[in-house]
């Protein structure tokens, strides 16, 4: 069974850093690109960053461009989000989310992403991240 279990989240001050973590079981997570995407509040879907499977390549949304570093650990089976200088409007649910194709980027073309709708490949049970002013 495939299972992406995230860390939890928490509420930060502006400006503070939060890494969330996504580990998973029950595929070859070395063979999948991974996403991050969020969901603030009242809001649609929102893609922040993704992976390749060995991690040489990383896409990011323009809005946290600078602040936020993807990562992951075949070893570990586990994909990281580092999130810095945050921000009240990063306040929001994220998800990790694996691509539902091994060896294919399915939302991504042109350096840059989309998030996959919901139903698409297999998602964490998201994390809460609430960015105070």
């Known amino acids: 069974e495939v299972q992406l279990v995230q860390s939890e989240g928490g509420l930060v001050q502006r400006g503070g850093s939060l890494r969330l973590s996504c580990a998973s079981s029950?595929?070859?997570?070395?063979?999948?690109?991974m996403y991050w995407v969020r969901q603030a509040p009242g809001k649609g879907l929102e893609w922040v960053s993704s992976i390749s499977v060995r991690g040489g390549t990383e896409y990011y949304a323009d809005v946290v461009k600078g602040r936020f570093t993807i990562s992951r650990d075949n070893d570990k089976n586990t994909a990281y989000l580092q999130m810095n200088s945050l921000e009240p409007e990063d306040t929001a649910v994220y998800y990790c989310?694996?691509?539902?194709?091994?060896?294919?980027?399915?939302?991504?073309?042109?350096?840059?992403?989309?998030?996959?709708?919901?139903?698409?490949?297999?998602w964490g049970q998201g994390t809460q991240v609430t960015v105070s002013s």
């Open positions: 989310v694996r691509d539902p194709a091994a060896y294919k980027a399915t939302y991504c073309t042109g350096g840059s992403c989309s998030s996959p709708p919901r139903g698409s490949g297999y």
């Open positions: 029950g595929f070859v997570f070395s063979s999948y690109w």
